[in-house]
């Protein structure tokens, strides 16, 4: 049987990939590996379940509560909030395990269930691919008082963003943001942390109808951010996504700043504070050359990884680095959180602002990005994309033309039937022919 577990827990289109049924049987058998683990030993066990502002949230949330409780689990509901508040909540709560509802980044009519473990880690493989072979197996069901209780936790938005503005030790008094808030999980956390660290804050895409999320806003869809930001004249603006665990950003004139230059900017704030462990940084394949080259030269290594923040996080955590992220804007600070936050990203930049009294803009210039271009090349047979003979044979063409010029990187989407075409080279137009040229073949050879 294929996986069901991807890069970022279980995904799917809500009620016909996704259902209640699996969610409730996912739920069960996480309850069940953790049990026979011992993570239960000597007391009641503990869940704390959040999701995002998606409708298909509901239903999943009474599924996964319903699999739960009837394994013998208490359940704390947090009700809609971030995945890093979720994780934050794992972790203060002293939870055994923590469930998220949401499919990050993706369309409203998708949606997903991502486990945590305690301490608010994210789950080994190993207990992942435990859980999946324990799907359906018959099982003996605890009674009477030896069923789970569900409660209702109701300050979970306070407490997160109260941890959120403490990890800042220089008000934002002076600063006016813009805040995009996908139509998302951080709709509330969001303005009230930023608000609570003294920024002034307009909030764009906060009035989530369980049908908007990540409708042409947030991370994914920068334009109206760009707007508002010259609107307001504010120094700086930001964009999450749906569950808030990534963030992108735009300058007071409306240019795109990546995760690629918001790791930059973090990596040398930390190191000049004395507080860049092992002065490292971990980065994954798909960040940019320029961000590799600038931090070389400020003497700062760059640890470079698979594409996906748990694999981020798996060289942080080994390693004992306390910086990493992804272009697409996942930031790990690991001082402050076990996952990629993007609204904790947010304050963390501009503190760095408030603190140098420079602009965004000139922050980011610390690095000078490398002309790149990404295609998703979607409809195919990502399966397929190493073991194509076709296509190793163009993408190896096309790297002999380019040399050391520049590079190219194909990869499976870890969430979703796309190949990921990457192409860096000294002009964008070179990249665009390159990735255009790549992207063909990959639809001609990897098509369904």
């Not at 269930?113 to 324990?134: M, P, V, Y």
């Not at 509330?188 to 002034?200: F, I, K, N, V």
């Not at 994309?385 to 590079?407: I, P």
Request: aromatic share 2%; proline share 4%.
């Amino acid at each position: 049987m294929p996986r069901l577990f991807g890069t970022d827990g279980v995904r799917g289109l809500a009620n016909a990939d996704l259902t209640a049924e699996l969610a409730l049987d996912l739920s069960v058998c996480a309850a069940h590996v953790l049990a026979d683990r011992g993570e239960f030993e000597g007391h009641r066990p503990l869940a704390v379940v959040g999701r995002d502002t998606r409708i298909s949230g509901q239903f999943l949330e009474a599924a996964v509560v319903a699999g739960l409780a009837s394994a013998g689990v208490d359940v704390l509901l947090l009700g809609v909030l971030p995945t890093p508040g979720v994780a934050y909540m794992t972790d203060t709560l002293g939870a055994d395990l923590g469930v998220m509802l949401s499919a990050s980044h993706n369309p409203m009519p998708d949606n997903g269930i991502k486990f945590l473990a305690r301490g608010g880690h994210k789950l080994d493989d190993a207990i992942e691919i435990a859980i999946e072979k324990r799907m359906g197996e018959p099982w003996r069901r605890p009674t009477g008082g030896n069923v789970g209780r569900v409660k209702v936790y109701d300050t979970a938005v306070a407490e997160y963003a109260a941890h959120l503005e403490s990890t800042i030790t220089h008000p934002l008094v002076g600063l006016k943001v813009v805040l995009d808030c996908a139509e998302g999980a951080a709709h509330a956390a969001g303005p009230r942390a930023l608000e609570d660290a003294g920024a002034t804050v307009i909030a764009i895409h906060a009035d989530p109808d369980g049908l908007n999320i990540n409708d042409n806003c947030g991370s994914t869809h920068l334009q109206d951010l760009q707007a508002a930001v010259l609107e307001h004249g504010a120094h700086a603006g930001f964009a999450l996504d749906g569950d808030a665990d990534r963030c992108l950003a735009v300058d007071a004139d409306g240019t795109v700043v990546d995760g690629d230059q918001i790791l930059a900017i973090l990596s040398l704030s930390l190191l000049e504070q004395g507080r860049l462990a092992k002065d490292t940084v971990v980065a994954t394949v798909m960040s940019n050359l320029g961000f590799v080259q600038a931090l070389r030269a400020h003497d700062v290594g760059v640890r470079q990884t698979k594409v996906g923040d748990r694999y981020v996080l798996e060289a942080m955590k080994v390693s004992g680095y306390n910086l990493g992220g992804e272009q697409s804007g996942h930031v790990i600070l690991s001082d402050h959180a076990t996952t990629g936050d993007g609204i904790l990203t947010t304050l963390h930049v501009m503190e760095r602002m408030a603190t140098t009294g420079k602009s965004l803009a000139e922050l980011a210039s610390v690095m000078t990005r490398l002309p790149q271009v990404l295609l998703n090349v979607a409809g195919v047979d990502k399966s397929r994309a190493d073991e194509d003979a076709v296509l190793a044979a163009a993408v190896a063409e096309e790297e002999a033309a380019l040399g050391e010029r520049g590079r190219i990187l194909l990869r499976p989407s870890g969430t979703e039937p796309i190949v990921r075409v990457m192409v860096e080279a000294p002009t964008p137009e070179e990249a665009q022919d390159v990735a255009s040229r790549l992207a063909d073949v990959v639809k001609r050879q990897l098509s369904l």
